[in-house]
């Protein structure tokens, strides 16, 4: 069922373009981050067009009540730079039709992987889209709307939960972080796509060719990226497919100075706290029964011991 009225999408598709007109819309089922809704439009040339309306969440507006501008500024200057990210069409943040911002961007045809047939291929493929995100140098002046990790953080370290969750020994690790944070600066800041799991990966014919949901980017230590993948990794893959992802992007970027990797670990390991349970909801629903909470949770526990036998 459609959250945004038939009558209402039709006004939107008028918006990005006059003459377009509504041939269906399907919400799609995916994260909370975002409400989206697919649109096949037909423009005036007769060409159907595929667009994808996306309205952020409310935790994500309260944390950035620009967070449509921001992600539509993003999409336009990392299209304008050749990375596979979805054209960004049209911004409304008037609320005249519709009492949120949103913006439309185009859809990425694909789908994404959680079984893939060449494992050792997905990983390479996955490191190797990381590291070109990461080596995005002279767009950055024109992304200095984008948060600072550090700070984001620092914020995460000093905030206190009503409850700590002792399963995924967050006592712990916010002992370990309240004693390294803030981290000297050893790597040059980057871009940070801030979820790149496979989730938010469109592949083709064994090719990837598109990664999604931006709404997490920041600027900071690519340490910080790398180290979400990897958790992601890990519990979508296993340990083998984690290390193996991880020497990947190491092999491809072998300036970067990989000592504060495990300190990354430990607010990575943070991140799932208190929420571990909805986020093992839906890999069921995904093809992957075998992801559960008590898996994501035993890994969860030797992810954290790897970072803390690494700080030894």
């Given at each position: 069922?459609?959250?945004?009225?038939?009558?209402?999408?039709?006004?939107?598709?008028?918006?990005?373009?006059?003459?377009?007109?509504?041939?269906?819309?399907?919400?799609?089922?995916?994260?909370?981050?975002?409400?989206?809704?697919?649109?096949?439009?037909?423009?005036?040339?007769?060409?159907?067009?595929?667009?994808?309306?996306?309205?952020?969440?409310?935790?994500?507006?309260?944390?950035?009540?620009?967070?449509?501008?921001?992600?539509?500024?993003?999409?336009?200057?990392?299209?304008?730079?050749?990375?596979?990210?979805?054209?960004?069409?049209?911004?409304?943040?008037?609320?005249?039709?519709?009492?949120?911002?949103?913006?439309?961007?185009?859809?990425?045809?694909?789908?994404?992987?959680?079984?893939?047939?060449?494992?050792?291929?997905?990983?390479?493929?996955?490191?190797?889209?990381?590291?070109?995100?990461?080596?995005?140098?002279?767009?950055?002046?024109?992304?200095?709307?984008?948060s600072d990790?550090?700070?984001?953080?620092?914020?995460?370290?000093?905030?206190?939960?009503?409850?700590?969750?002792?399963?995924?020994?967050?006592?712990?690790?916010?002992?370990?972080?309240?004693?390294?944070?803030?981290?000297?600066?050893?790597?040059?800041?980057?871009?940070?796509?801030g979820d790149?799991?496979?989730?938010?990966?469109?592949?083709?014919?064994?090719?990837?060719?598109?990664?999604?949901?931006?709404?997490?980017?920041?600027?900071?230590?690519?340490?910080?990226?790398?180290?979400?993948?990897?958790?992601?990794?890990?519990?979508?893959?296993?340990?083998?497919?984690?290390?193996?992802?991880?020497?990947?992007?190491?092999?491809?970027?072998?300036?970067l100075d990989?000592?504060?990797?495990?300190?990354?670990?430990?607010?990575?390991?943070?991140?799932?706290?208190?929420?571990?349970?909805?986020?093992?909801?839906?890999?069921?629903?995904?093809?992957?029964?075998?992801?559960?909470?008590?898996?994501?949770?035993?890994?969860?526990?030797?992810?954290?011991?790897?970072?803390?036998?690494?700080?030894?």
């Amino acid at each position: 069922m459609l959250s945004i009225p038939h009558e209402t999408l039709e006004q939107i598709v008028q918006r990005i373009q006059v003459g377009n007109t509504l041939i269906s819309a399907s919400p799609l089922i995916g994260g909370a981050s975002a409400q989206v809704i697919l649109m096949d439009v037909k423009q005036a040339d007769d060409e159907i067009q595929k667009y994808l309306l996306r309205v952020h969440s409310e935790v994500d507006r309260d944390r950035n009540p620009n967070i449509a501008n921001h992600e539509f500024r993003l999409l336009k200057t990392l299209n304008d730079s050749g990375l596979p990210v979805a054209q960004p069409y049209y911004l409304d943040e008037s609320c005249e039709i519709y009492p949120l911002p949103y913006l439309v961007v185009g859809y990425i045809e694909g789908a994404t992987e959680f079984s893939p047939q060449n494992l050792s291929d997905f990983i390479l493929q996955s490191a190797k889209l990381l590291a070109k995100i990461h080596q995005v140098k002279q767009q950055l002046p024109m992304l200095g709307f984008l948060s600072d990790r550090n700070q984001h953080v620092l914020w995460w370290i000093e905030y206190q939960p009503d409850h700590l969750d002792e399963e995924l020994d967050e006592p712990r690790l916010r002992d370990a972080l309240n004693s390294l944070f803030p981290l000297k600066q050893v790597n040059e800041s980057t871009l940070l796509h801030g979820d790149f799991w496979p989730g938010n990966l469109i592949w083709s014919n064994g090719q990837l060719v598109g990664v999604i949901d931006w709404e997490d980017a920041e600027i900071g230590d690519p340490l910080s990226d790398l180290s979400i993948a990897r958790l992601d990794m890990l519990w979508a893959f296993g340990k083998d497919a984690m290390l193996d992802f991880t020497q990947a992007y190491q092999d491809l970027m072998p300036h970067l100075d990989y000592g504060n990797l495990a300190h990354w670990d430990f607010f990575t390991a943070l991140r799932p706290a208190n929420q571990l349970m909805d986020w093992s909801a839906g890999w069921a629903k995904i093809g992957r029964p075998d992801v559960t909470f008590t898996t994501m949770k035993q890994d969860h526990q030797w992810f954290v011991k790897q970072a803390f036998d690494q700080m030894k």
